[in-house]
């Protein structure tokens, strides 16, 4: 099972609306080519911002395609991977899509993502400083 997690930063802020779309049309595509995963979204008061944190799993062919998709979105941009690889099994195996709307205080005792709406977040990430996303995404599954 490939698996891929990466973050992002919204061109525009997703209203709830959009955000319940976006996951609408996600969850029918996902459950048609074996995809799973999760996704977080984190707004900014502060930056007027939208930032994702998603991890997306399934059979490689189909992840690959999505992943196309995904970086070809332009309602996003500044897309960085945090980690990309195989595992035996599904690590959101019931989730076509997970999702989780952040407030500022879900993160700020996770180390790496408590100032993701900060200039430096982005720029330890273009120097090589990966904050492990698989963990803190791990703790928002509680597999049902």
Do not use: C
């Amino acid at each position: 099972m490939k698996y891929i997690v990466y973050v992002s930063q919204a061109r525009a802020p997703f209203s709830i609306d959009q955000l319940t779309d976006l996951l609408g049309r996600s969850r029918s595509r996902n459950t048609k080519e074996g995809i799973t995963g999760i996704l977080l979204y984190r707004y900014s008061d502060d930056f007027d911002k939208g930032y994702f944190i998603q991890a997306i799993e399934g059979p490689e062919a189909e992840l690959d395609a999505l992943w196309r998709r995904i970086s070809g979105d332009s309602r996003h941009h500044t897309i960085v991977t945090l980690s990309e690889g195989f595992e035996e099994a599904r690590m959101f195996p019931n989730w076509s899509m997970g999702f989780k709307n952040v407030e500022p205080g879900d993160l700020a005792d996770v180390p790496g993502f408590a100032d993701i709406d900060k200039d430096s977040f982005w720029e330890n990430l273009r120097s090589g400083g990966m904050p492990e996303a698989l963990d803190l995404l791990r703790g928002f599954y509680d597999g049902d």
